[in-house]
Nanobody, 126 residues
Framework: VQLQASGGGLVQAGGSLRLSCAAS????????MGWFRQNPGKEREFVAA????????YYADSVKGRFTISRDNAKNTVYLQMNSLKPEDTAVYFC????????????????????WGKGTLVTVSS
């Protein structure tokens, strides 16, 4: 699975951005998908994950209520809608795909996740 994230940019605090991650290769609909973020010198941080069907989602407490993860299996794409952005949301955002059998790797052991895309930079100015 190849993953290509896009949609990052510069936005003022309180603004919104939507990230997209297009997948190619193996059957997209069979994979759990998620988003992480990372700043220089810091650990990669879980942001959100969605089940293969799109029916279940999980969020980090820091983004709950502000971010929404979704997927369109017909377009092989996963999205991260980010609202009410804060300067502390500034980071490089990465999408990831995993064959399961659950989403647990996303928030328990992300080093074991199957596939990672290159990141897209989100900068939130105060």
């Amino acid at each position: 699975v190849q993953l290509q994230a896009s949609g990052g940019g510069l936005v003022q605090a309180g603004g919104s951005l939507r990230l997209s991650c297009a997948a190619s290769g193996r059957t997209f609909r069979g994979y759990y998908m998620g988003w992480f973020r990372q700043n220089p010198g810091k650990e990669r941080e879980f942001v959100a994950a969605v089940s293969s069907s799109g029916g279940s989602t999980y969020y980090a407490d820091s983004v709950k209520g502000r971010f929404t993860i979704s997927r369109d299996n017909a377009k092989n794409t996963v999205y991260l809608q980010m609202n009410s952005l804060k300067p502390e949301d500034t980071a490089v955002y990465f999408c990831a795909a995993d064959g399961g059998p659950s989403m647990s790797k996303f928030f328990l052991n992300h080093n074991a996740i199957d596939y990672w895309g290159k990141g897209t930079l989100v900068t939130v100015s105060s």
